[in-house]
């Protein structure tokens, strides 16, 4: 037998999951709406598999993906290939992920798959597009650092990551400018391997009749074993109460206390309530927006968890006029205390937060394309594969308020934080 | 009596069941039916944009739209609150230079209750000063911010040399700080009683929703909306006579730099060949500025799609402006002259039918679609028919095209005169034949 076949449950279109041989995750959805087939390639790494002396690599790398293959070793060659087909791609490299997609007319399915294909198993890493590519990504840096909130992403992963390097998938600009053919080779030799991704394919196929061609063509992809993604550690601490002040855009203040949230590696038992939890706190008619805006001095909150591997979050957050942070401070304290108290949360609310969230599944599910390049890439990896995304509206249907009430005391309750104060004077940690 | 006017299903490139219809009050309607799924889009644009606004009351529309959508008579602001929880619907508006545009997303179940609501915050809205002084803070924080980036404020740089004193397109829809600051809640009453007008007003919806249905709909919610609308003066031509250059100073690793030139109108027969032409631009900058010569991380052209007056334009970050600028300038002197292959011509019609197929997927991009044609060309179709002309186009037309309508170029360029020697800007001619 080739492959396992597993029906999953989406809720706008069928999907099948299965597993070649050399450990591929292979996962079709059928979606007739539109003459268009999307293909993606994810792959467990990101900055979190990054050390000093690597910090940048995993991007640098989604940027050599596009560049000349085996197959179409020259570049100029490659754009006109990418012409011909109407190709509209992508890539991004996140912390805990890295995407890599194709969107081409259904009826060049064949010839995307095997662009996409030959991309990830036989990148030439040619040296001077490498050396061209330092200078691109170099300015990609340095328009990082004119955004507005570069300062606030810059002083969280000091405070909040163990290992800074781990937090920050643009790297640094010496190792940028380091980048070569045999750091490229290491990075796709440990990490791009079919057993550490899964080939996502969403749109206008029938999964049954292309499921023999992809099943032939990427069980050529060599079986790797060599990835430490699983292993990697949780890369985000809070030892005690800390305080920082960031620089932010003039006229604009914002707070955000942060903790530990519990990790989708082996605690997730405690996100469902998570995610009931921040959507309930979300609510507009919920006594944290109406104690807080409606009748605070805050112009929006909000209350969530990140469901992260290695850097989960719990935050409390919010924008107010930067002259009322301190007030604002302190009220969100509060609010977040009277969490704790009995009766504050309420049946007919996490009703509410379940149904919220079963409809952000809908809406989410829209699109094919958005299936197959963020919705089913973001749960492939941080739940491990998509059993934790196909039981998910059971999951949170089965959360009550004593659930949350355990999570709180569990992850919040006399848990030391970070908290965030941003505002135009200036930058200082208490 | 609602009048289902006709359905048109019969030009290959345009979408099939798409309908058209108008209120009682002559509000004009137009639906695509997707028979698949549960979300639907419905969008409300009000024409006028930049050109009903002046120097003094740069975007109050934009104040008095989210000011009225904080809550109305029948549902003040804590019901209405309710209403988004209970539904999770979203709200995206946008305010350009040709029409303001309010986007609902939501499940069919809810479309009565919240086109009900929609219309009633529009025609009675509760506008409690609170409430709005909330919502205006936030429009104004969003507003600096934007404006503090200067990937955001290049292209307010390049519109002052390109426009020329006194376009219309000069005022901003979403305000500027002094106007934004200066609104209160009378303004926003005034302006909507001014401006919420059946001639105004344009409705596209993509979802489930059949057409009976949704005319039922809006007769009962925006049938309410007062006849009468506004008339509108011509859009001038822009003032640029010559090449020109605007430099702003500002600390950045990397300069801006973004260049204008005119265009033809939406529906003009030169529409399809320049819009084609500066998708070859864009995919030659690419090659050029990037592959070639690593310059940037993001280089791009395009043109745009606006009601009379239209431009190209091409952007760039780098930290090598003036070289930048020299290469801009030579690939859009290749294809204005006709060096380029047909092959990239062809790549660009490729590429559209597949950023058309994406946004088919996409309620909200359907009611985009439907809205911008219609308003431009009173015809919904002229969006999706270009794909059509694409495909038959030649390297001659493109480079015809380019040449005929892009002639003066401004440019408007932020960088620090500490890291770039400012001397050696100029403004570069675009330089076709």
Not at chain 1, 392 to 411: E, K, M, N
Not at chain 2, 146 to 175: Q, T
């Amino acid at each position: 037998m080739l492959y396992t076949l597993i029906l999953m449950i989406s809720m706008n279109f069928p999907v099948v999951e299965s597993e070649l041989p050399n450990g591929l995750d292979v996962i079709i959805g059928e979606d007739h709406a539109s003459p268009i087939v999307t293909v993606c390639v994810v792959v467990n790494t990101g900055g979190t598999c990054e050390s000093p002396e690597s910090n940048g690599l995993a991007h640098f790398y989604e940027h050599m993906f596009f560049k000349g293959n085996v197959a179409l070793p020259d570049q100029t060659a490659y754009n006109n290939r990418m012409r011909e087909l109407g190709m509209i791609r992508n890539g991004t490299t996140g912390n805990e992920v890295v995407r890599y997609y194709l969107t081409v007319s259904s009826d060049l399915f064949d010839e995307g798959l095997q662009f996409m294909y030959d991309a990830i198993t036989g990148p030439l890493f040619d040296p001077s597009e490498i050396v061209n590519e330092r200078s691109v990504i170099m300015n990609e840096y340095e328009r990082k650092t004119n955004n507005p909130f570069w300062n606030l992403w810059r002083m969280q992963e000091e405070v909040l990551s163990i290992d800074k390097c781990r937090s920050s998938s643009i790297g640094v600009p010496e190792v940028i400018m380091a980048a070569d053919q045999e750091t490229m080779l290491e990075f796709q030799y440990e990490y791009y391997t079919p057993d550490n991704s899964a080939l996502i394919i969403t749109g206008d196929v029938d999964a049954e009749a292309i499921m023999p061609a992809v099943t032939e063509m990427f069980s050529r992809w060599e079986y790797g074993g060599r990835s430490d993604y699983s292993t990697l550690g949780l890369n985000i601490s809070i030892p005690k109460d800390t305080t920082v002040h960031v620089g932010g855009p003039e006229g604009m203040g914002m707070i955000r206390i942060v903790f530990v949230g519990p990790s989708m590696v082996d605690q997730q038992n405690w996100t469902y309530a998570a995610d009931v939890w921040g959507q309930y706190m979300g609510r507009m008619t919920g006594e944290f927006h109406n104690n807080l805006v409606a009748n605070g001095p805050f112009l929006d909150v909000y209350a969530s968890y990140y469901s992260q591997r290695f850097e989960p979050a719990i935050t409390f957050g919010g924008t107010i006029a930067p002259e009322l942070v301190d007030e604002g401070l302190e009220m969100m304290r509060v609010e977040v205390q009277r969490m704790f108290e009995d009766g504050y949360f309420v049946d007919s609310g996490i009703e509410m937060a379940s149904e919220q969230l079963r409809r952000h599944r809908l809406f989410n599910e829209e699109s094919s394309r958005d299936m197959a390049t963020e919705t089913f890439p973001f749960w492939w990896v941080e739940g491990g594969g998509l059993d934790y995304y196909n039981n998910y509206p059971d999951s949170l249907a089965a959360v009550t308020a004593g659930d949350i009430s355990l999570y709180l005391d569990r992850w919040v309750k006399d848990q030391p934080s970070a908290v965030f104060i941003i505002t135009p004077e200036g930058e200082w940690v208490e | 009596m609602i009048s289902i006017l006709f359905l048109l299903a019969f030009l290959a490139s345009a979408p099939e069941n798409v309908t058209e219809f108008d209120l009682d009050n002559g509000i004009h309607v137009i639906s695509r039916t997707v028979t698949e799924g549960e979300v639907e889009g419905l969008s409300f644009f009000l024409v006028g944009g930049s050109r009903v606004l002046d120097e003094t009351n740069q975007g109050i529309e934009a104040f008095a739209l989210e000011a009225a959508m904080t809550g109305s008579a029948s549902y003040p602001d804590e019901r209405w609150r309710e209403i988004m929880d209970v539904t999770l619907a979203s709200w995206n508006a946008s305010y350009n230079y040709d029409y303001s545009r309010y986007h609902l997303k939501c499940l069919s179940e809810d479309l009565p209750l919240l086109l009900d609501g929609f219309a009633d915050c529009l025609l009675e809205p509760e506008l409690d000063p609170v409430v709005v002084g909330r919502m205006q803070n936030s429009q104004l924080i969003t507003l600096q911010s934007e404006l503090n980036d200067p990937d955001n404020r290049i292209w307010l740089v390049a519109n002052k040399g390109f426009m020329g004193a006194g376009h219309p397109y000069l005022l901003r829809p979403d305000g500027i700080p002094s106007t934004l600051s200066s609104f209160d809640v009378e303004d926003a009453g005034e302006w909507l009683s001014s401006r919420i007008k059946s001639g105004n007003i344009v409705i596209t919806h993509a979802g489930p929703t059949s057409p009976e249905m949704l005319a039922e709909l809006l007769e009962v919610s925006f049938g309410r909306v007062p006849e009468g609308g506004d008339v509108f003066p011509e859009v001038p031509e822009f003032g640029i006579d010559r090449d020109t250059i605007i430099v702003e100073n500002d600390e950045t690793l990397s300069a801006y730099c973004v260049v204008k030139f005119k265009a033809p109108p939406v529906g003009s027969d030169d529409t399809a060949a320049y819009s084609t032409a500066m998708g070859v631009v864009d995919e030659m900058l690419w090659q050029v500025l990037r592959t070639e010569n690593a310059l940037t991380y993001a280089v791009y052209g395009g043109s745009t799609n606006s009601y009379q007056r239209n431009w190209g334009y091409m952007y760039i970050s780098t930290t090598e402006p003036v070289l930048s600028a020299s290469l801009m300038t030579g690939v859009f002197s290749d294809v204005a002259n006709g060096n380029v292959d047909q092959s990239v011509v062809t790549g660009v019609a490729n590429n559209n039918r597949t950023i058309q197929g994406i946004g088919a997927e996409s309620m909200d991009t359907q009611c985009w679609m439907l809205g911008s044609g219609y308003i431009s060309t009173g015809d919904w179709r002229t969006p999706y028919l270009l794909q059509e002309s694409l495909e038959e186009m030649t390297v001659y037309q493109i480079s015809r095209a380019l040449s005929d309508w892009a002639l003066d170029a401004g440019w408007g360029i932020i960088a620090d005169s500490t890291v770039v020697d400012f001397s050696e800007f100029e403004p570069w001619p675009l330089e076709g034949e």
